[in-house]
C-alpha cells in the first residue's frame, strides 16, 4: 500500500485543526465587532410616545374629512367612485384612513402632509412606464380643492399612484 502523503501524519493535523482554529476565531471576533453594527438600533423613546403608552392615548393621524370623485381608467375599462369621509373612524371606509396615513408618511421634513400633491417640476424621475391606468381626482380633501390626474408613467408618477392605491384601486 502506497500512501498519497508520507509526510503528513500527526504534524498534519494538528496543523490543520490550528489553522480552522484560527478561522473559526477570527469569524467569532468579527461576528462579535461588526455584527452588532448591523442590528437596527432600537428607538430612543421620546416624551410623546412615554405619554401616550402611559395614558392610552392614539398616536395615529386625526381622521380626515373629505368628499372625492375618483375617475380611473384601466385598460379600458373606467369606473367612478365616490369616497366620503366625516372624520368618523368607526363609520368611514377603511380609505380615509389610509389616505391620512399616507399623509403622515409622505408629508414632514418640508414636505406636502397633502397626501394628493403634485411631483415637484425639478424631481428627478426614470422614464419607466408601470402602466396604462391613469386617475382623475377631484373634490376636498381636509378644506382644500383637490382637483389632479395621476398616473404610471414614470417613476415619480408611480410613487403618486401607490401613495393614492387607496382611492385608485376599487373601494370594497
Not at 395615529?60 to 375599462?77: E, F, N, Y
Not at 421634513?109 to 411631483?119: Q, T
Amino acid at each position: 500500500m502506497v500512501k498519497v502523503n508520507p509526510r503528513r501524519g500527526l504534524l498534519g493535523s494538528i496543523g490543520t485543526a490550528v489553522l480552522g482554529s484560527l478561522c473559526l476565531g477570527g469569524a467569532l471576533s468579527y461576528g462579535v465587532a461588526v455584527g452588532g453594527s448591523l442590528l437596527a438600533p432600537e428607538p430612543a423613546p421620546t416624551a410623546e410616545s412615554a405619554v401616550n403608552a402611559v395614558s392610552g392615548v392614539d398616536s395615529s393621524p386625526d381622521a380626515p374629512v373629505g368628499r372625492l370623485r375618483i375617475h380611473v381608467v384601466d385598460q379600458g375599462r373606467a369606473y367612478v367612485q365616490n369616497l366620503t369621509c366625516e372624520g368618523d373612524p368607526g363609520t368611514d371606509p377603511a380609505a380615509c384612513a389610509e389616505i391620512a396615513e399616507a399623509a403622515v408618511e409622505w408629508g414632514g421634513a418640508g414636505a406636502s402632509d397633502n397626501p394628493f400633491a403634485e411631483v415637484a417640476e425639478n424631481a428627478v424621475c426614470t422614464e419607466r412606464e408601470y402602466g396604462p391606468q391613469e386617475a382623475v381626482i377631484t373634490g376636498t380633501w381636509e378644506g382644500e380643492t383637490i382637483d389632479t390626474r395621476v398616473d404610471r408613467s414614470d417613476s415619480c408618477q408611480e410613487a403618486r399612484w401607490q401613495r393614492l392605491r387607496p382611492v385608485t384601486a376599487p373601494l370594497g
